[in-house]
């Protein structure tokens, strides 16, 4: 069974990063944005994903293994999921960004994996994750836009995703790629 271990995510026009990625002011900054949901995920035990915005859009974990340990030294705790686990947590259709933490583990050949999604990816909805060759992939209104990005396996990598109705960037550790719908 392939795993992932996410870290902190803000549902923010969808996820995030950890709350303690950068410095004990990284969660005001992220509050300071305005997210739609923010969760840090640092939960050890339970089913709920605390919402840490304003909203309370509180999450739900299924499957997921509490408490382990965050992307570097400071960062917190996190989560693992497996092929079966998820977290779920509400947010409109406004979303129009998306940046979380992943630590994939290692995919056979032409084995894919999702992260996060919302709705339906054929309709309103979307979903980010690793398609063909390990290269991130983002999908909306039933369209598939693969970017140049290769997710490194068994490694801490930053993920951000951002779109509008022309285009679709993706950022990895901070560089970023911009691909057209």
Known sequence: MKSSVLSAAVLAAALAAPPSAH?????????AQNPLTYLQ???TSGTV???????DRDGTYANAVLGANGAFIGAGRAITLGQSASVAAGVGPTSAS???WVNPARLRKNEQ????????PAGDGWSL???AKRKLVFIT???AITSRITVPANSWTMLAVTWDAAKVRFYLNGGSTTKEV
């Open 23 to 31: 410095a004990a002011s990284y969660g005001d900054a992220v509050l």
């Open 41 to 43: 995920m640092e939960e």
């Open 49 to 55: 994903a605390q919402d840490a915005s304003l909203n």
């Open 98 to 100: 998306v940046e979380l």
């Open 113 to 120: 994996q999702g992260f996060v999604a919302h709705g339906n």
């Open 129 to 131: 994750g690793i398609g």
């Open 141 to 143: 209104r039933g369209k």
